[in-house]
């Protein structure tokens, strides 16, 4: 088992910016990739960012040069860093680690942290 626990989430202006955090802990060994998914009122959960164990990023592309992911291994921490944040960004964010165990795929959620951005 993993257990996600994510921070930072708050009321910031447009233009404005937020630092996630998402701490991993329990058989992290087992995972191989973390990210960020979101879900704004009335719409679908949607990606916004992961990392892989080996560093390689992958953004949506409505937040690609805005929003930057990275880990802290030693900390088995996964960051979110927002700038420039709008309106539309508002959101629940969620931290999300996937993996295997033999054959068998991973998929963990942490319980999510509110983003308010006001206009």
């Known amino acids: 088992q993993v257990q996600l626990v994510e921070s930072g989430g708050g009321l910031v202006q447009a233009g404005g910016s937020l630092r996630l955090s998402c701490a991993a802990s329990?058989?992290?060994?087992?995972?191989?990739?973390m990210g960020w998914y979101r879900r704004a009122p009335g719409k679908q959960r949607e990606l916004v960012a992961i990392?892989?164990?080996?560093?390689?990023?992958n953004y949506a592309s409505s937040v690609k040069g805005q929003f930057t992911i990275s880990r802290d291994n030693a900390k088995n921490t996964v960051y979110l860093q927002m700038n420039s944040l709008k309106p539309e960004d508002t959101a629940v964010y969620y931290c999300?680690?996937?993996?295997?165990?033999?054959?068998?795929?991973?998929?963990?959620w942490g319980q999510g942290t509110q983003v308010t951005v006001s206009s």
């Open positions: 999300n680690a996937k993996g295997f165990s033999g054959s068998y795929a991973l998929d963990y």
């Open positions: 990392i892989t164990s080996s560093g390689r990023t």
């Open positions: 329990g058989s992290i060994a087992s995972i191989n990739a």
